[in-house]
């Protein structure tokens, strides 16, 4: 099932983006960083998904929440931008787009957290 393979996909998307790396190096982890990450970082997870099931459904869509996290307001901000643009209607073989549904802001445990979340339709 293609809905479980967004996240490399996603990633793929990410990885392309010079400005995205050039920011955050290879930090971008599904669901949680790896020990001992250095700060800024990113973690993804799938937060929902709704099947193809009825004549009137574009396609199948999942949900992704993208956190940006930074131990500077300003870094963070400016990280999620680029990591927004990168994949603001972005297409692959798999995706046929990928749309910002929501952005939130959060400060947890000395740390700045930005929130990207989008919904990707599967082609």
Request: charged letters at 25%; one cysteine or more.
């Amino acid at each position: 099932m293609k809905n479980f393979k967004v996240g490399k996909e996603l990633v793929n998307i990410l990885s392309g983006s010079s400005a995205v790396t050039q920011a955050l190096g290879n930090k971008i982890f599904p669901l949680v960083a790896v020990p001992n990450t250095t700060f800024p970082f990113m973690v993804y997870r799938r937060s929902y998904y709704t099947p193809e099931n009825n004549k009137d459904y574009e396609g199948e869509k999942v949900g992704v929440e993208m956190v940006i996290c930074a131990t500077r307001y300003e870094d963070g901000v400016d990280i999620a931008d680029k990591v927004a643009t990168a994949v603001n209607h972005a297409r692959t073989n798999m995706i046929d787009d990928i749309n910002i549904t929501n952005i939130s802001e959060n400060y947890v445990e000395d740390t700045f957290t930005q929130t990207v979340n989008i919904e990707i339709t599967l082609k």
